[in-house]
């Protein structure tokens, strides 16, 4: 008679490190703060461990990431600006020297 080796009451083994690694591709990281506004996050983080609720040091983190998202697309504005006034320079310079046969405006 052969008799069946009970397994009831315990769980396969299996090695949890044997898995495929999944990639992720809609996963982004998160942007780099400055060190005001993590300083902020970290205070308004451990004083609501003691249940403060809507810390102003939070708040006001929040308004510095605003602001210096609105500082970026400002210096982004202005970088274009000063790029666009460059071509048109260069355009009218060309368009003189063509017109009067001078190869530089200080000739």
């Not at 044997?18 to 992720?24: A, C, E, H, L, R």
């Not at 993590?38 to 040091?57: D, V």
């Not at 602001?67 to 368009?95: C, F, G, P, V, Y």
Request: glycine content about 4%.
């Amino acid at each position: 008679m052969v008799s069946e080796i009970q397994t009831h009451g315990f769980e396969k083994e299996e090695n949890e490190h044997d898995v495929v690694d999944k990639v992720y591709l809609d996963i982004k990281p998160r942007p780099q703060q400055s060190e005001v506004v993590q300083s902020l996050k970290n205070q308004a983080g451990e004083e609501w461990k003691s249940r403060c609720t809507e810390h102003y040091a939070w708040k006001a983190a929040e308004y510095i990431i605003k602001l210096e998202n609105n500082l970026k697309t400002e210096k982004e504005i202005q970088d274009h600006m000063w790029r666009s006034i460059s071509r048109l320079e260069k355009q009218r310079d060309e368009a003189y020297n063509t017109n009067t046969g001078k190869g530089n405006i200080n000739d």
